[in-house]
């Protein structure tokens, strides 16, 4: 059951100094490409494009929003049209063209699972041409952890501070001089090959497993995930969501959450553009019908979902789970749901 | 040719007063700027706030609301309620940075015509001083989610 | 459809019939005549429709897949979209995608008897099943057809049922809910799972398929069972709020079925086994 | 802390209150526990900490509805429910609320004329911050003004924490989701988010407890409550402090002040 870290089998690692990292980034962006990284405003970090890499932060322990919107932005036209009801609607497809080669950089392990718990829900039977689109460009340069917090839990659902899964790219900081670099992919690959000679080859034997945030496992995940599956009926999602409020925060920071609405911008003379926009399972009109009907018409049903899903239904038809342990809803709930601890419960439950 | 910036403005009025008003301003024959679209309501009190706000997004420089002076409504305490409201509705837009300048609130009774032209011309120079209201639009028309088009944004926002 | 999921084939309204009050029927063919020559989908088969303009909404497609060259599809005018669909006229462009979903298992049910029993605006999924049944008549045995409504006003396809009450390879029974009958009305009077009660049908080798508003299905499960109808041979079709139609937008799922992939087909075994969230 | 749990105890036991809206501790600050039993009433804690508007949770119906319920209330949760109950949302009876004396103590107030005479003496919790953050706004010039909130709002992505949080956003049907007309743009983007909190501040007029909960809740920290501050602040400077006559927008002064109408 413990999570132990695996060495990359990605060898051998490469080494940048701290110096040469920005120099590297810089080379990234000149060669036109997007930077999306963290950057510290008001006292709270984000993901947001760079105008210069001197912007990037790297003191936090998590942002408060995850890098989703890299590949699923909040709102993304889907396609447009013109010329209303008349006989001669004109439909304009997606344009993919506008989407530019985009690098998330500083993003931790947790995130970069949760590109895969994305990619799951995207690639389900159908494919979603503009998730595609986006995950085609985009290169993930992942950060491990060196330190986590009270709320984090990725090694409870599989993850590790220093796994590279869903990177391209894993550095890792060893020492304060400079960091460890694993190079996953071949899109990591050609990223790094913009500032090759910034790179140098790992000292021999270095490890980084001790420079790796120690994240305790709170629980057996196999163990939650059966006894949630035999517990629709309990009483246990009455008692965890009575305080919930039925906001949306904790979906809308979420890395894996990827439910949407469907809604038309209309611009009038019958023109207009079709809208995807993020949604939560946690609002009361999720699930309303036009006769007024509800299938999850309160708070409980709807916390119930959110669980299973992810916990469930996710492994269950996707065969990937639906949170990689961030922490980011229970560091965002108005009212602290704090979701490990909600798992957490599980573990005692008797089925 | 004439290049001069020609302000859109929207007035929202309430038909007992000002719609009035503004009629006798046509059959007296008095002159006034051609830019105003007039809209007729029932009553003051039925002009939400929401409309005053989707003029500016869909094209308006300037906003005109008017309708009968205190005492006169048809409706006895119309104005009165949409005197509170726009009270605070305008400190609220200068308090987000909204122009209030842009938005010229007044009470023209049926028999002003005269001053309707007055509140029309006022209006029509004072917006057109302060230029077409490019913010507003660009803030609305603007999708968010879209980093780079925000970037953009951003760029080009003096 | 290129390969963007979302984009809708453009359609002709071709015909519009008012079926009942707020209730209408529009014809549609596809524009594109590669996609018009092309387009396949079996009973049972749901589709997004759009307005453009106002957005999409969700019905299943009320013809027969027997009839090539076109779709239909009912629906009552009840939201933001509907109302706007219905106020298109003839000849105009809206949009629609699909279909989606499973489908009801005509294939396996050759060589039973069928009893179709619908209420009100849930006569539309059926009557797809019912012209597909009628147009390959010589595969099912006796076609029974139970339908009530809360008024004779109410009730949808009113040629249709003329048509289906003068064949006589087909038994149709009409009912209408006590007060909604008119002086000139020859059906029957009563809500449906008493009438169906009354009609006594046989359950030997026959399949049932229910369809109405829950309240009608919650009632009506219990005189099938009575009858001798066993759980595997009821299907009934569920509809949830539905946005994306392909499983992603995370709205209609029951447990971990999903009714736009899973759905919206479901026998009654199948129901029993989900939670109760429909 | 223990006065609080064997009153909450004693009640529950004799079914004087059918649950108890409190605050326990949570990951790192107090939050809201919903105590219905002897176990629950346990974990309760109640000092001057514990600042979240709890009031929030007695308009649920699936939860509060119908049922007595005892409430720890800071000073501007008793704001809030004094409004709720003028605005006829709760009823006389089925609130007993449980306050803090300055030095700490316990305060149970059965009735309501109780917690309007509570709100009359004790003095309100410094609203400094939320003032000076307001005088720093209005500083600016227009134009500023403008930069900075539409470049706050922008960043918004609509999870309506800000409404959930809020005791006054009682509504089923929030405007927002009304769709015919669709009065404001469902998905986020810089000026429906503008407009939202536009709305959102305008329908909470002389309503609104002033709690900064709205702001508190928002988990991209967007200065919210200071727009429903100013709001507050404004309603008060125009309208004078608000009476159970009802909100300040549904009622009027014939000699109310203006100096912009023409």
Same mark, same amino acid.
């Given at each position: 059951?413990?999570?132990?870290?695996?060495?990359?089998?990605?060898?051998?690692?490469?080494?940048?100094?701290?110096?040469?990292?920005?120099?590297?980034?810089?080379?990234?962006?000149?060669?036109?490409?997007?930077?999306?990284?963290?950057?510290?405003?008001?006292?709270?970090?984000?993901?947001?494009?760079?105008?210069?890499?001197?912007?990037?932060?790297?003191?936090?322990?998590?942002?408060?929003?995850?890098?989703?919107?890299?590949?699923?932005?909040?709102?993304?036209?889907?396609?447009?049209?013109?010329?209303?009801?008349?006989?001669?609607?004109?439909?304009?497809?997606?344009?993919?063209?506008?989407?530019?080669?985009?690098?998330?950089?500083?993003?931790?392990?947790?995130?970069?699972?949760?590109?895969?718990?994305?990619?799951?829900?995207?690639?389900?039977?159908?494919?979603?041409?503009?998730?595609?689109?986006?995950?085609?460009?985009?290169?993930?340069?992942?950060?491990?952890?060196?330190?986590?917090?009270?709320?984090?839990?990725?090694?409870?659902?599989?993850?590790?501070?220093?796994?590279?899964?869903?990177?391209?790219?894993?550095?890792?900081?060893?020492?304060?001089?400079?960091?460890?670099?694993?190079?996953?992919?071949?899109?990591?690959?050609?990223?790094?090959?913009?500032?090759?000679?910034?790179?140098?080859?790992?000292?021999?034997?270095?490890?980084?497993?001790?420079?790796?945030?120690?994240?305790?496992?709170?629980?057996?995940?196999?163990?939650?995930?059966?006894?949630?599956?035999?517990?629709?009926?309990?009483?246990?999602?009455?008692?965890?969501?009575?305080?919930?409020?039925?906001?949306?925060?904790?979906?809308?920071?979420?890395?894996?959450?990827?439910?949407?609405?469907?809604?038309?911008?209309?611009?009038?003379?019958?023109?207009?553009?079709?809208?995807?926009?993020?949604?939560?399972?946690?609002?009361?009109?999720?699930?309303?019908?036009?006769?007024?009907?509800?299938?999850?018409?309160?708070?409980?049903?709807?916390?119930?979902?959110?669980?299973?899903?992810?916990?469930?239904?996710?492994?269950?038809?996707?065969?990937?789970?639906?949170?990689?342990?961030?922490?980011?809803?229970?560091?965002?709930?108005?009212?602290?749901?704090?979701?490990?601890?909600?798992?957490?419960?599980?573990?005692?439950?008797?089925? | 040719?004439?290049?001069?910036?020609?302000?859109?403005?929207?007035?929202?009025?309430?038909?007992?007063?000002?719609?009035?008003?503004?009629?006798?301003?046509?059959?007296?024959?008095?002159?006034?700027?051609?830019?105003?679209?007039?809209?007729?309501?029932?009553?003051?009190?039925?002009?939400?706030?929401?409309?005053?706000?989707?003029?500016?997004?869909?094209?308006?420089?300037?906003?005109?609301?008017?309708?009968?002076?205190?005492?006169?409504?048809? /409706? !006895?305490?119309?104005?009165?309620? +949409?005197?509170?409201?726009?009270?605070?509705?305008?400190? *609220? @837009?200068?308090?987000?940075?909204?122009?209030?300048?842009?938005?010229?609130?007044?009470?023209?009774?049926?028999?002003?015509?005269?001053?309707?032209?007055?509140?029309?011309?006022?209006?029509?120079?004072?917006?057109?001083?302060?230029?077409? /209201? !490019?913010?507003?639009?660009?803030? +609305?028309?603007?999708?968010?989610?879209?980093?780079?088009? *925000? @970037?953009?944004?951003?760029?080009?926002?003096? | 459809?290129?390969?963007?999921?979302?984009?809708?084939?453009?359609?002709?309204?071709?015909?519009?019939?008012?079926?009942?009050?707020?209730?209408?029927?529009?014809?549609?063919?596809?524009?594109?005549?590669?996609?018009?020559?092309?387009?396949?989908?079996?009973?049972?088969?749901?589709?997004?429709?759009?307005?453009?303009?106002?957005?999409?909404?969700?019905?299943?497609?009320?013809?027969?897949?027997?009839?090539?060259?076109?779709?239909?599809?009912?629906?009552?005018?009840?939201?933001?979209?509907?109302?706007?669909?219905?106020?298109?006229?003839?000849?105009?462009?809206?949009?629609?995608?699909?279909?989606?979903?499973?489908?009801?298992?005509?294939?396996?049910?050759?060589?039973?008897?069928?009893?179709?029993?619908?209420?009100?605006?849930?006569?539309?999924?059926?009557?797809?099943?019912?012209?597909?049944?009628?147009?390959?008549?010589?595969?099912?045995?006796?076609?029974?057809?139970?339908?009530?409504?809360?008024?004779?006003?109410?009730?949808?396809?009113?040629?249709?049922?003329?048509?289906?009450?003068?064949?006589?390879?087909?038994?149709?029974?009409?009912?209408?809910?006590?007060?909604?009958?008119?002086?000139?009305?020859?059906?029957?009077?009563?809500?449906?799972?008493?009438?169906?009660?009354?009609?006594?049908?046989?359950?030997?080798?026959?399949?049932?398929?229910?369809?109405?508003?829950?309240?009608?299905?919650?009632?009506?499960?219990?005189?099938?069972?009575?009858?001798?109808?066993?759980?595997?041979?009821?299907?009934?079709?569920?509809?949830?709020?539905?946005?994306?139609?392909?499983?992603?937008?995370?709205?209609?799922?029951?447990?971990?079925?999903?009714?736009?992939?899973?759905?919206?087909?479901?026998?009654?075994?199948?129901?029993?086994?989900?939670?109760?969230?429909? | 802390?223990?006065?609080?749990?064997?009153?909450?105890?004693?009640?529950?036991?004799?079914?004087?209150?059918?649950?108890?809206?409190?605050?326990?501790?949570?990951?790192?600050?107090?939050?809201?526990?919903?105590?219905?039993?002897?176990?629950?009433?346990?974990?309760?804690?109640?000092?001057?900490?514990?600042?979240?508007?709890?009031?929030?949770?007695?308009?649920?119906?699936?939860?509060?509805?119908?049922?007595?319920?005892?409430?720890?209330?800071?000073?501007?949760?008793?704001?809030?429910?004094?409004?709720?109950?003028?605005?006829?949302?709760?009823?006389?009876?089925?609130?007993?609320?449980?306050?803090?004396?300055?030095?700490?103590?316990?305060?149970?107030?059965?009735?309501?004329?109780?917690?309007?005479?509570?709100?009359?003496?004790?003095?309100?919790?410094?609203?400094?911050?939320?003032?000076?953050?307001?005088?720093?706004?209005?500083?600016?010039?227009?134009?500023?003004?403008?930069?900075?909130?539409?470049?706050?709002?922008?960043?918004?992505?609509?999870?309506?924490?800000?409404?959930?949080?809020?005791?006054?956003?009682?509504?089923?049907?929030?405007?927002?989701?009304?769709?015919?007309?669709?009065?404001?743009?469902?998905?986020?983007?810089?000026?429906?988010?503008?407009?939202?909190?536009?709305?959102?501040?305008?329908?909470?007029?002389?309503?609104?407890?002033?709690?900064?909960?709205?702001?508190?809740?928002?988990?991209?920290?967007?200065?919210?409550?200071?727009?429903?501050?100013?709001?507050?602040?404004?309603?008060?400077?125009?309208?004078?402090?608000?009476?159970?006559?009802?909100?300040?927008?549904?009622?009027?002064?014939?000699?109310?002040?203006?100096?912009?109408?023409?």
């Amino acid at each position: 059951m413990e999570q132990k870290y695996i060495p990359s089998k990605y060898m051998p690692p490469k080494y940048i100094p701290k110096s040469s990292l920005k120099a590297w980034l810089a080379k990234v962006k000149d060669d036109g490409r997007h930077i999306y990284a963290p950057v510290t405003e008001n006292g709270k970090t984000n993901f947001k494009r760079v105008k210069s890499v001197d912007e990037i932060s790297m003191e936090h322990i998590q942002t408060a929003q995850s890098a989703k919107g890299a590949v699923f932005p909040r709102t993304e036209k889907l396609f447009s049209y013109a010329g209303g009801q008349q006989g001669d609607v004109a439909l304009q497809d997606y344009n993919p063209n506008d989407i530019p080669d985009t690098v998330v950089f500083g993003l931790h392990p947790c995130d970069a699972a949760a590109f895969k718990s994305l990619s799951g829900i995207f690639s389900w039977g159908a494919k979603d041409r503009p998730f595609d689109e986006r995950m085609k460009r985009v290169t993930l340069v992942g950060v491990s952890c060196g330190r986590s917090d009270v709320f984090c839990f990725c090694t409870s659902v599989g993850g590790h501070p220093g796994s590279a899964e869903g990177s391209d790219i894993l550095l890792t900081a060893v020492g304060n001089d400079g960091y460890l670099v694993e190079i996953i992919t071949d899109r990591g690959q050609a990223l790094v090959e913009k500032g090759a000679d910034l790179f140098e080859a790992a000292a021999a034997g270095v490890s980084k497993e001790e420079h790796l945030a120690s994240v305790p496992v709170r629980f057996s995940v196999e163990e939650v995930q059966r006894k949630m599956a035999g517990s629709f009926e309990d009483d246990i999602w009455k008692k965890q969501s009575a305080r919930c409020i039925g906001c949306g925060a904790c979906a809308f920071v979420c890395p894996a959450c990827a439910c949407f609405d469907i809604q038309e911008n209309a611009k009038g003379n019958g023109a207009g553009d079709r809208i995807r926009c993020w949604d939560s399972c946690g609002f009361s009109l999720f699930t309303l019908h036009t006769s007024g009907h509800n299938p999850r018409s309160v708070q409980s049903q709807r916390w119930r979902q959110r669980l299973l899903h992810k916990l469930c239904y996710m492994p269950d038809r996707l065969s990937v789970r639906g949170c990689t342990g961030c922490g980011r809803c229970s560091r965002a709930c108005p009212v602290d749901m704090n979701l490990a601890e909600h798992l957490k419960e599980f573990e005692r439950l008797k089925v | 040719m004439n290049t001069e910036f020609e302000p859109k403005i929207l007035a929202f009025v309430c038909n007992w007063c000002t719609y009035a008003g503004a009629d006798l301003t046509g059959t007296s024959r008095i002159k006034y700027a051609s830019n105003v679209k007039i809209v007729r309501f029932p009553c003051t009190g039925r002009i939400d706030f929401m409309l005053l706000l989707k003029a500016f997004a869909n094209g308006s420089d300037g906003v005109i609301v008017s309708g009968c002076h205190p005492n006169d409504c048809h /409706y !006895t305490s119309g104005n009165f309620h +949409a005197r509170r409201r726009w009270i605070i509705f305008r400190g *609220l @837009l200068s308090f987000l940075g909204i122009d209030v300048r842009r938005i010229q609130f007044s009470w023209v009774s049926a028999a002003e015509g005269a001053k309707w032209a007055d509140v029309v011309n006022k209006t029509v120079a004072d917006v057109r001083a302060l230029g077409p /209201y !490019t913010e507003y639009r660009k803030a +609305a028309e603007f999708l968010a989610g879209n980093e780079d088009v *925000l @970037l953009k944004e951003q760029e080009v926002t003096p | 459809m290129a390969d963007n999921i979302y984009l809708p084939y453009l359609a002709t309204i071709e015909k519009i019939t008012q079926e009942a009050p707020g209730v209408k029927t529009f014809r549609l063919k596809f524009k594109d005549e590669e996609v018009a020559r092309s387009f396949e989908f079996k009973a049972g088969q749901f589709g997004e429709y759009s307005a453009f303009g106002e957005g999409e909404c969700t019905f299943c497609i009320a013809s027969s897949p027997t009839r090539k060259g076109y779709i239909e599809c009912t629906f009552r005018e009840a939201g933001k979209v509907t109302s706007a669909l219905a106020r298109l006229e003839e000849g105009q462009t809206m949009g629609f995608r699909g279909p989606y979903g499973n489908t009801f298992p005509m294939d396996e049910w050759k060589g039973k008897s069928l009893l179709f029993i619908a209420g009100g605006i849930a006569l539309p999924p059926m009557r797809c099943v019912i012209w597909n049944a009628l147009d390959t008549r010589s595969s099912y045995k006796d076609i029974n057809i139970l339908y009530g409504a809360k008024s004779v006003a109410d009730l949808v396809y009113k040629h249709e049922l003329k048509e289906w009450e003068e064949r006589t390879d087909v038994n149709l029974l009409t009912t209408v809910d006590p007060g909604g009958e008119t002086p000139e009305w020859k059906g029957q009077v009563g809500f449906v799972p008493a009438v169906l009660e009354k009609m006594n049908p046989a359950s030997e080798n026959t399949i049932a398929v229910v369809c109405g508003p829950p309240v009608m299905i919650k009632f009506t499960f219990p005189v099938l069972d009575k009858l001798g109808f066993k759980p595997e041979n009821i299907y009934t079709t569920l509809e949830n709020r539905m946005k994306c139609g392909v499983g992603k937008c995370g709205r209609c799922n029951v447990g971990s079925k999903y009714v736009c992939k899973d759905g919206p087909v479901f026998s009654r075994a199948q129901l029993e086994a989900l939670p109760a969230e429909y | 802390m223990n006065e609080l749990r064997s009153k909450v105890k004693e009640l529950l036991g004799s079914k004087e209150i059918d649950l108890f809206v409190g605050y326990e501790q949570g990951t790192r600050l107090p939050r809201p526990l919903i105590a219905a039993s002897a176990e629950e009433a346990d974990r309760l804690i109640f000092d001057e900490n514990c600042t979240g508007n709890l009031a929030v949770y007695l308009t649920r119906r699936e939860l509060a509805g119908g049922k007595k319920v005892g409430i720890a209330a800071s000073y501007y949760a008793m704001r809030s429910i004094s409004r709720l109950l003028d605005e006829n949302q709760l009823r006389e009876g089925m609130v007993k609320v449980f306050g803090l004396t300055p030095d700490g103590g316990l305060k149970l107030l059965d009735a309501i004329a109780d917690v309007k005479q509570h709100l009359q003496e004790a003095s309100a919790p410094s609203r400094q911050v939320e003032d000076e953050w307001v005088k720093e706004i209005e500083d600016m010039p227009p134009a500023e003004r403008w930069k900075f909130w539409t470049g706050e709002l922008s960043k918004c992505f609509k999870c309506y924490a800000c409404r959930a949080a809020c005791p006054m956003c009682y509504c089923t049907k929030c405007i927002v989701e009304v769709n015919r007309p669709q009065w404001i743009q469902p998905w986020a983007a810089t000026m429906s988010n503008v407009e939202w909190q536009i709305s959102r501040v305008m329908h909470m007029a002389g309503r609104c407890a002033d709690c900064g909960a709205c702001g508190a809740a928002c988990p991209l920290g967007l200065p919210v409550h200071i727009i429903a501050h100013k709001m507050a602040e404004m309603v008060r400077q125009n309208f004078g402090e608000p009476t159970e006559k009802g909100n300040v927008l549904s009622t009027f002064n014939p000699n109310d002040e203006e100096n912009f109408i023409w």
